[in-house]
């Protein structure tokens, strides 16, 4: 019998402010690692998924809905990508979409939590696929905000944040100065990406992130798309650079061999969704 017409009948629900969002599913693994509680679950439409201290994170069937908008807006309008740094992303998708572009020399990843990496190597190995085993991948289990305050001045062209939601070890990705220190390491000419949460299920920390990472780097706009297993469905990541908005612009030279490869993204996709700001949001980003 294919896994699909198993009757799990069951369900992992994440629970927010009143409402839960749930896969039909069964539980494979759980932990209490040092920094975090992880589930690795088997759901039956989204196949393996993966929840930190009892939140999505990510699932084998629907990641590229996420990690295709967090990298690519990003790494198609850089000047340059040579140097990239990942904050978090420990089940790997985010690294595998950077390598997607050729031009990478290297990328440093920092995650707090190597049973997330193992686990997901072990459970989703789809999710990492080949990058785990790319050279220009330097991953290293530390803090990634002691990391931002320890690196030199202009030592990245593009950063991504890749974090879990701001309770518990991520709660430090979100504030003045981690943003500050990420400008400071930025080089001229780079982009910032950070997953910026649900413009719905959590409008106030978007609101305000959003309004800090304009006003640390002077330009920065949300990009909204939709994550089905998410809070609300809704999501959003906020980009951000220094000189003029340059995420606007993804570079045609770097364009082609990306969108062959996605489901979702493409630079038509990415205007639609910069362009997709509800009204209201922009009042509350003009306050
Ligand atoms: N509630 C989900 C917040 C998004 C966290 N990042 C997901 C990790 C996928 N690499």
Redesign the pocket.
């Known amino acids: 019998m294919q896994k699909s017409e198993l009757d799990i009948n069951s369900w992992i629900d ?1 629970y927010h402010n009143g409402v839960r969002y749930g896969l039909e599913g069964t539980v494979l693994f759980e932990e209490q690692s040092q920094y975090q509680h992880i589930t690795i679950i088997e759901s039956k439409r989204y196949g393996k998924g993966l929840l930190l201290d009892g ?4 699932a084998e069937k629907q ?1 590229k809905h ?2 295709e908008c967090l990298v690519h807006p990003a790494l198609c309008s850089a000047e340059k990508i040579n140097k990239i740094l990942i904050i ?4 790997g ?2 690294a595998r979409e950077c390598l997607h572009h050729k031009g990478i020399k290297q990328i440093d990843m920092i995650e707090i939590d190597h049973r997330v990496v193992e686990l997901s190597k072990q459970y989703l190995p789809t ?1 990492g696929g080949e990058a785990w085993n790319d050279p220009r991948l330097n991953l290293k289990f530390r803090n990634g905000i002691t990391w931002t305050q320890n690196s030199a001045t202009n030592s990245y062209d593009v950063i991504i944040v ?4 701001p309770v518990g070890p991520a709660k430090g990705l979100f504030n003045r100065v981690f943003f500050e220190n990420c400008k400071r390491i930025l080089r001229r000419g780079g982009v910032f990406a950070t ?1 910026s ?1 649900s413009p719905e299920a959590f409008r106030n920390i978007h609101i305000e992130s959003v309004k800090l990472i304009r006003e640390v780097f002077g330009f920065a706009d949300p990009l909204y798309g939709s ?1 089905p297993m ?2 609300s469905g809704w999501w959003s990541w906020t980009f951000a650079s220094v000189e003029k908005p340059r995420y606007l612009h993804p570079k045609a030279s770097r364009t082609e061999n990306i969108e062959s490869q996605c489901e979702i993204w493409s630079p038509r996709w990415q205007k639609g969704a910069f362009d997709s700001i509800p009204i209201s949001i922009e009042r509350e980003l003009q306050k």
Do not use: F, N
């Not at 939140?55 to 990510?58: A, E, L, R, S, V």
């Open positions: 994440e939140c999505w994170m990510t990641e996420y990690h978090g992303g420990g089940d998708g985010t999710l890749d974090g879990s939601d997953q949460e994550v998410y809070p």
